[in-house]
């Protein structure tokens, strides 16, 4: 007897019209400034953008708006004095009571206000979904204008495991209200560092 | 066998013309979003094309792509599943859990395993499924199916919704603030997000050339299982690869400014290799595709993403409701997807449109929908499948259109029945009075008029 495998592919092939090209993605992207776009869109979907200059500035921020919070901060160095986590945790549901967690991104895309997170910036995978409030740095240099761009940039990169992440989770499934905050972060804050 | 059609389930919907109403301006509105958000891209035409064509050149080399991701998913330690039909599928869901001694599972959305009934056949066999999308755990609680694929609980107003939850979940009878509600349902669905040992995903897209897939969703609830649990299951319509990763960029470019007019989905997650000391399972599913790609006038309908736009812009969805489509999927592509699948069951779907071709203009990949439900049609008739009236109408009608006599004689008893005996047109048994008056009838014929003013 012949495995499903083979029957779905047999069925396919028989099935399957002749073959048609690959088109190339030729897709001009519109002139915009890159960092107004970017902050404008994240605005626009609930996140929020606090432009700073250095490492200096995003600590003096934190002193004020993070005394009391769980602090988990994946892979930066210049913020490693705010953790109060001191291990990196084994399982990722030690993480369920994290407050705040500030991570890295790669890049952002100015187009709809995502920021690209690979795995080797997070403690775990889940972290910025079970944070209660996630906060991101970003070099605003480091933005594309839109998607096309994006993968460009990623390229044939290998990952575990990557994401686009754009704002704060949200619902509306009740009546169309949205909610901000359904299972994963309440709200989401990008320090946008202009070097 | 009479199966209760469209038409009949429609007619219990419209029962509450206020809903009917609601219903029709939320979804209107929905669409009218996906206009604001589409205005703003001068290469959205551009991207639909480019996007149909990829889809296109996947179909056309289905198997190769299939076997291209199988190979570069195992080599990323993805475990790589065949399903044929859903009996199958259900039944690799069943034996990895029972293989692990996991006898509950979290899910987030998956339009697949609604069209496989796999809740129904773990349910059965002993397993608990909490879906965790919060629209899908809304419907079912309510013991109903999704009656839309992007908002599952779109037919459903907010004070219904805190019916069930304080039958169910304990909130303060009375209370339908859709912030509250869905602060409980965060606070409920974290604590089964904790303590689950399995998550099934969905797969909005599958890469061939790296053997990663990608799910998206706004709240979080597909990475919160997955990330949580020691497997993951990812069930898979094959028709959701395609070729390189760059397309990603096309298509998550159209799928969320199609669905809700968002600029992307919060969370777009390219799952590549498991976690250490965990599974990636994903479980490839035919239940009819390579059928259907064997069709050549309906293979189209397999380029579709699971936007929702074509429900979202049609009249007669947004004035019946998902569940008078009594499939898994609503609305104008759910009606040209069905027949495939028992044309018997789904023969009256392809005639709930009114071909006004909306459906077609939105698509993000170019699907001619409303060209495939006239297509549908003809199938239907032809082999038998169309409801008696519509046969006995059609071939009075086609009788009357052969014979000139007969058809003048027609137009003139019409005319005079409507203008003195308009009871016999104005009654519940002609289905064009329904929700409408019969318009007013002309004193005469065009060719009548034509005759008498030729010379004139």
């Known amino acids: ?195 | 066998m009479h199966t209760i059609d469209h038409a009949e389930l429609a007619d219990v919907f419209n029962k509450d013309e206020a809903r009917v109403d609601w219903h029709d301006e939320t979804l209107w509105w929905i669409r009218q979003k996906r206009d604001k958000a589409v205005n703003q891209l001068p290469e959205w035409e551009l991207l639909r094309e480019t996007a149909s064509k990829i889809k296109e050149n996947v179909l056309s080399n289905l198997a190769g792509y299939l076997e291209e991701f199988e190979g570069n998913a195992q080599k990323n330690g993805i475990i790589v599943h065949w399903a044929a039909d859903a009996k199958e599928h259900n039944q690799i869901v069943l034996n990895l859990l029972k293989g692990k001694g996991i006898n509950k599972m979290v899910k987030s959305k998956s339009m697949l395993t609604e069209e496989c009934h796999l809740n129904e056949h773990l349910e059965h066999n002993g397993i608990e499924v909490i879906d965790s999308d919060l629209g899908e755990r809304i419907v079912q609680l309510a013991k109903e199916p999704p009656s839309h694929i992007v908002l599952p609980c779109i037919h459903k107003k907010k004070e219904e919704i805190g019916d069930l939850f304080h039958e169910y979940l304990g909130t303060p009878a009375g209370n339908a603030d859709p912030q509250f509600l869905t602060e409980t349902a965060r606070q409920h669905l974290r604590e089964v997000f904790l303590t689950r040992r399995a998550a099934l995903t969905g797969v909005n897209f599958a890469v061939a050339e790296t053997g990663e897939f990608v799910v998206c969703t706004n709240e979080g609830n597909a990475d919160m299982g997955a990330h949580l649990s020691e497997i993951h299951i990812a069930s898979m319509g094959m028709e959701k690869l395609i070729p390189k990763r760059e397309n990603l960029g096309v298509f998550l470019r159209l799928l969320t400014r199609s669905a809700t007019g968002q600029p992307i989905t919060t969370y777009s997650s390219h799952f590549s290799k498991p976690r250490s000391g965990t599974e990636i399972h994903v479980i490839i599913v035919d239940n009819g595709r390579s059928q259907q790609l064997g069709r050549p006038d309906f293979r189209n309908s397999l380029k579709c993403i699971r936007c929702g736009s074509c429900m979202n812009t049609c009249p007669v969805y947004r004035r019946s409701g998902g569940h008078s489509y009594h499939n898994a999927i609503a609305g104008p592509i759910g009606a040209i997807l069905a027949p495939n699948l028992d044309m018997e069951k789904y023969a009256d779907l392809p005639f709930a449109s009114t071909l006004c071709g909306s459906c077609s203009n939105v698509c993000p990949v170019k699907i001619d929908i409303h060209q495939q439900l006239y297509k549908w049609r003809q199938v239907i008739v032809q082999k038998g499948y169309a409801a008696t009236g519509k046969k006995a109408a059609m071939k009075m009608m086609s009788l009357t259109l052969a014979s000139p006599t007969a058809y003048h004689l027609g137009g003139k008893a019409g005319r005079f029945v409507m203008k003195y005996a308009p009871i016999a047109v104005n009654n519940k048994l002609n289905p064009w009075y329904k929700q409408r008056d019969m318009p007013e009838p002309p004193k005469e014929s065009f060719g009548e008029w034509y005759t008498k003013n030729r010379k004139a």
């Open chain 1, 1 to 195: 007897m012949s495995t499903a495998r083979e029957r779905i592919l047999n069925a396919v092939r028989a099935n399957q019209p002749a073959s048609t090209p690959l088109p190339e993605i030729i897709i001009p992207a519109s002139e915009i400034d890159l960092s107004t776009k970017f902050t404008e869109t994240l605005n626009n979907i609930g996140g929020k953008v606090i432009a700073v200059n250095n490492y200096a500035d995003i600590l003096n921020y934190l002193e004020e708006a993070t005394a009391t919070r769980l602090l988990n901060i994946s892979s930066i160095p210049e913020l490693q004095q705010l953790r109060t986590l001191d291990h990196i945790p084994r399982m990722p549901h030690s993480l369920q009571d994290t407050e705040l967690a500030i991570i890295k991104a790669k890049f952002g895309v100015a187009e709809n206000g995502a920021v690209w997170i690979t795995e080797d910036l997070l403690d775990q995978r889940v972290l910025p979904f079970i944070c209660q409030h996630l906060m991101v740095v970003l070099d605003a240099s480091s933005i594309v204008a839109n998607m096309h761009q994006a993968y460009e940039k990623i390229g044939m990169e290998s990952y575990g495991y990557g994401a686009f992440i754009a704002g704060p989770s949200k619902t509306a499934d009740i009546e169309q209200s949205l909610v901000l905050g359904a299972h994963g972060s309440r709200s989401m804050t990008i320090f946008l560092i202009n070097a």
